[in-house]
C-alpha cells in the first residue's frame, strides 16, 4: 500500500484560539495526508508522546503567543531523549525573522510565518520527509 | 526477519515506539509485519476489547477519555484505536479523537492511536483487528475502540469487541430510529449521553422499550443467550451454595458478575433486557455506572463461557474476510486484473452472462 504521510499538528502554549492551526490541518488533509490533531494549550510533553504513539512522519507546531523560543527546542530536545531522529518537526505562527536561524539550529527543519501559502508547506512536507519506509 | 523479532520482543516489553511503528506497518499492510505478528500471537488474548460506536456528535471521544479515566483509577492500562474517515476523494484525513484526550498524553499506562478508515466501509479501519492484537500482546488490560460516527449499518464493531457500547444521543429523530434493524441491535451495554439534555429520557425509555418488544417477540437477540447462560449458572451455583461451601451471604461469581448486568423486563421477572446507563461525559455523571456494565459484562462473558465462543465467532468471521482477501488478490495477480476487464467486456457485450464470468474466474482459481 502507498505510504501515507502522517503529521502531528500541535499548539503548544497559552494560545487562545487555533485558527491557522485549523487552516494548515485543512491544507495537509485536502493534500493526502493523515493530520492527528491534538488541540489547544499542550506542552511539550503531551506533543512529544502523541508523536511516539501515533508513529507520525511530521510535527507541525503552531504558535502566536511568542514563547517559540522557548518551546519549539523543548519539543526537539523531547524528541531526542526519547531517540526520535527520524520526524520531520516544523513550526509556524508568530515568529519574528531574527529568531528564524536560532530556531533551525535547534532543529526546526523550516519555520513559516503568517502569508505563507499552504502550497508551499506541502511541498516542504513532501521533499523533506526523513523517512520512507 | 531477526528485525521483526526484536520488534516483537520490545513490543511486549511495552516499548511504546516499537508498538507504535508495528501499528503503522499494520496499516500500510507491510508483508514484513507478519514475522512479529506471529511471535506475538502466543501473547493475544488477554485485553477485553470494548467497542465504543454511536453516531457522529454522540460524545464518543468525551466518554472513552472518561472510561480511559476510570479504569486508571483502577489501576487498568488502557489502549485506544480511535478510528475517523478517510476522504474518499483525497486520501487525506483528519484525525481529531484525540483532541479530547490529550490528558493521557504523558500516561505511560495509556496509548491512544489514531486510525484513518483509508477506504474501509463498516466504521473500522481494516488495520483494527491486528492492531488491538498488537495492543493486546503488549499488555494493555483494556482495548477500546472508537468507531467513526455511525449511521445505521456499520456493524463491524461487533465482529471485533468483546463488549459493544452502543452511544444514542437526544434529538436524533423520532422514535423509529430505536426500532430500525442495524446499529441498535448490537450493543451489549447502551448509553445515552448528553443526558442533561431535554428529551434524555425519553431516548433511555424508547432504546428500554425497542429491547424489551424484541425479548417479548422471541426476535433472536446478541444478548438473550448470555443472560439465559448466566441465569442457569447462578441456578447451579446457588444450588451447591445451599451445599455450604460458600460463606453465609458472600456473592458468588456469578452474582457478581450479574449484579448490575441486565434489568428485568416489567411483569416479566425471567426476561432481561441489557443496561441503557445515561451519561453527560462532559461532567462524568455516570462514568462510573458505565464502567461498571462493561465490567460486569466482561465477568458475564468469561463467567458463562460466552468470551471464548464470541471469540470463535469473530475469528471465523475475521478467516473468511482475509480468504476471500487473499482470493482476490490472488486473481488479480500477474496480469489477472487484464482478463477481469476482458470478463466485464465480454459481459456488457452480451458475448457471456454474469456467471460464466465468475465460473471462469474460480477455474483461473483451481488452476494456480
Request: charge should be negative.
Amino acid at each position: 500500500m502507498e505510504r501515507k504521510i502522517r503529521v502531528l499538528v500541535a499548539k503548544p502554549g497559552l494560545d487562545g484560539h487555533d485558527r491557522g492551526a485549523k487552516v494548515i490541518a485543512r491544507a495537509l488533509r485536502d493534500a493526502g495526508m493523515e493530520v492527528i490533531y491534538t488541540g489547544l494549550r499542550q506542552t511539550p510533553e503531551q506533543i512529544v508522546s502523541a508523536a511516539v504513539q501515533e508513529d507520525v512522519d511530521v510535527v507541525a507546531m503552531s504558535i502566536l503567543s511568542g514563547a517559540h523560543n522557548h518551546l519549539f527546542p523543548r519539543v526537539m530536545d523531547l524528541l531526542r531523549e526519547k531517540g526520535v531522529d527520524d520526524v520531520l518537526v516544523i513550526g509556524g505562527g508568530v515568529i519574528p525573522d531574527d529568531d528564524i536561524p536560532g530556531l533551525k539550529a535547534a532543529g526546526i527543519a523550516g519555520v513559516f510565518t503568517p502569508g505563507t501559502p499552504t502550497t508551499e508547506t506541502i511541498e516542504f512536507i513532501k521533499n523533506n520527509l526523513k523517512r520512507g519506509d | 526477519m531477526e528485525e521483526s523479532a526484536a520488534s516483537s520482543d520490545l513490543v511486549r516489553s511495552g516499548d511504546i515506539r516499537a508498538t507504535a511503528r508495528l501499528i503503522s506497518m499494520v496499516e500500510r499492510e507491510d508483508p514484513s509485519r507478519l514475522a512479529a505478528l506471529k511471535a506475538l500471537h502466543a501473547y493475544v488474548g488477554n485485553a477485553h476489547v470494548v467497542g465504543i460506536t454511536g453516531p457522529p456528535g454522540a460524545g464518543k471521544s468525551t466518554l472513552t477519555d472518561k472510561i480511559v479515566s476510570r479504569l486508571r483509577e483502577q489501576g487498568r492500562r488502557v489502549a485506544v484505536l480511535a478510528v475517523d474517515p478517510s476522504s474518499p476523494f483525497t486520501g487525506g484525513a483528519i484525525l481529531g479523537d484525540r483532541i479530547r484526550m490529550q490528558r493521557h498524553a504523558t500516561d505511560d499506562g495509556v496509548f491512544i492511536r489514531s486510525l484513518a478508515t483509508r477506504g474501509h466501509l463498516g466504521g473500522l479501519s481494516r488495520a483494527v483487528s491486528e492492531a488491538s492484537r498488537v495492543l493486546d500482546a503488549a499488555g494493555y488490560d483494556f482495548v477500546i475502540i472508537e468507531t467513526v460516527g455511525v449511521g445505521q449499518s456499520e456493524v463491524d464493531i461487533v465482529r471485533i469487541a468483546d463488549t459493544v457500547v452502543l452511544v444514542s444521543v437526544p434529538g436524533l429523530g423520532d422514535d423509529i430510529q430505536a426500532i430500525k434493524a442495524g446499529v441498535m441491535e448490537i450493543g451489549d451495554v447502551f448509553c445515552v449521553n448528553k443526558a442533561d439534555k431535554d428529551g434524555a429520557e425519553r431516548v433511555v425509555r424508547e432504546i428500554r422499550s425497542m429491547l424489551e418488544t424484541a425479548v417479548l417477540n422471541g426476535a433472536t437477540t446478541r444478548f438473550t443467550p448470555l443472560y439465559e447462560a448466566r441465569a442457569a449458572l447462578t441456578r447451579l451455583d446457588g444450588g451447591r451454595a445451599s451445599g455450604g461451601d460458600r460463606a453465609p451471604g458472600a456473592p458468588s461469581a456469578a452474582e457478581g458478575a450479574a449484579h448490575h448486568l441486565a434489568a428485568a423486563v416489567p411483569g416479566h421477572p425471567n426476561l432481561e433486557i441489557p443496561p441503557v446507563v445515561a451519561t453527560v461525559a462532559e461532567s462524568g455523571q455516570g462514568i462510573h455506572d458505565l464502567v461498571d456494565e462493561i465490567l460486569s459484562h466482561e465477568a458475564s462473558l468469561v463467567a458463562t463461557g460466552f468470551l471464548r465462543s464470541r471469540r470463535e465467532e469473530n475469528l471465523a468471521w475475521e478467516l473468511g474476510r482475509g480468504a476471500a482477501e487473499r482470493v482476490l488478490s490472488a486473481l488479480e495477480h500477474d496480469g489477472r486484473k487484464e482478463s477481469m476487464s476482458d470478463l466485464a467486456r465480454a459481459v456488457l457485450d452480451k458475448k457471456i452472462d454474469y456467471y460464466d464470468a465468475l465460473e471462469t474466474l474460480e477455474r483461473a482459481l483451481t488452476r494456480s
